[in-house]
Nanobody
């Protein structure tokens, strides 16, 4: 059974919005830093956004290429992290992966495809 499952991807027109969800199972995300990454064919996986645990202040981080357009949030009661994506551009097309990190370990989801195209 997968421990992180992403959902919410799909096809959207430029300028549109999508909200990705990442639900954890078999563990609580409370103490984990949660991050979203993305990857396109032939390129390395890149960090999109992150949010620290409540104990670390729920600090957020955004890559420059999504600042002002994407918002990461977490609901520890639901063991779910979200990525609200607005003003989407064709270059945002990628497979988006969720990551839970704590100490030297963590978990990855299998990804969800986001395609921005007219």
């Amino acid at each position: 059974q997968d421990q992180l499952v992403e959902s919410g991807g799909g096809l959207v027109q430029p300028g549109g919005s999508l909200t990705l969800s990442c639900a954890a199972s078999r563990f609580s995300i409370n103490a984990y830093t949660m991050r979203w990454y993305r990857q396109t064919p032939g390129k390395e996986r890149e960090l999109v956004a992150g949010i620290s645990s409540a104990g670390a202040g729920r600090n957020t981080y955004y890559a420059d290429f999504v600042k002002g357009r994407f918002t990461i949030s977490r609901d520890n009661a639901k063991d779910t992290v979200y990525l609200q994506m607005n003003s989407l551009k064709p270059e945002d097309t990628a497979v988006y992966y969720c990551n839970a990190a704590r100490g030297g370990g963590g978990y990855w989801g299998r990804g969800t495809q986001v395609t921005v195209s007219s």
